[in-house]
């Protein structure tokens, strides 16, 4: 059951965390932790961690990574493919990102589309957070200078200045 809350009542993807039958459930006290971003939020915290112009045909990882805007690293860190790799995931995350609990991260779908939470529930849920199909998701930990972008089951974990985007980090501009 969802929580009285308009945020979370008008939040487009809260069916992947209040589908028990199909998804998961989370708690009350855990969606008390997930905070979804208004459109004009996320937009701008996109603009501030992500990429500085979220202007149509940059505001999706995709569309930034098609028009050679972003470069990741040929590699991946890590990928989550087979059920082997899936129970690793928390693991190599953690071993990757060293951050406490209730250390604040943002995750976007798109750029209009994105939750504030923290990185104990983010691990907890993360397969709800990205499915395979997903064309990529970022995940921002503001105050560890690390970034996460989660391409079809493929893990690419970057290092991000404090302040900037995290494109900035990569030397894109």
């Known amino acids: 059951m969802i929580p009285d809350d308009p945020a979370l009542k008008s939040f487009g993807l809260i069916w992947r ?14 969606f008390r932790r997930l905070q979804p ?3 004009d939020e ?7 961690h992500v990429y500085s112009d979220a202007s149509p045909g940059h505001r999706h990882l995709v569309q930034l990574c098609l028009n050679r805007l ?3 690293p040929e590699a991946p860190a890590f990928i989550s493919k087979s059920h082997d790799e899936e129970i690793r995931v928390v693991q ?8 406490a609990d209730s250390t604040e991260v943002l995750f ?11 990185w104990h529930l983010f691990l907890e849920h993360w397969n709800d957070f990205c499915y395979p ?7 921002i930990l503001p105050s560890v ?6 391409i079809e089951e493929r893990w690419y974990v970057l290092d991000r200045l404090k302040t900037g985007t995290f494109l900035e980090a990569q030397g894109v501009r």
């Open 92 to 99: 190599n995350l953690q071993r990757r990102i060293v951050a």
């Open 37 to 39: 971003l208004s459109e």
């Open 108 to 118: 976007f779908w798109h750029a209009e589309v994105a939750a504030k939470t923290d």
């Open 17 to 30: 965390f209040s589908d028990a039958q199909k998804y998961t459930q989370l708690s009350e006290t855990e």
């Open 133 to 139: 199909s997903d064309d990529s998701n970022i995940l």
């Open 70 to 72: 972003v470069r990741l």
């Open 145 to 150: 200078g690390k970034a996460v972008a989660y």
């Open 42 to 48: 996320s937009l701008k915290r996109w603009e501030q």
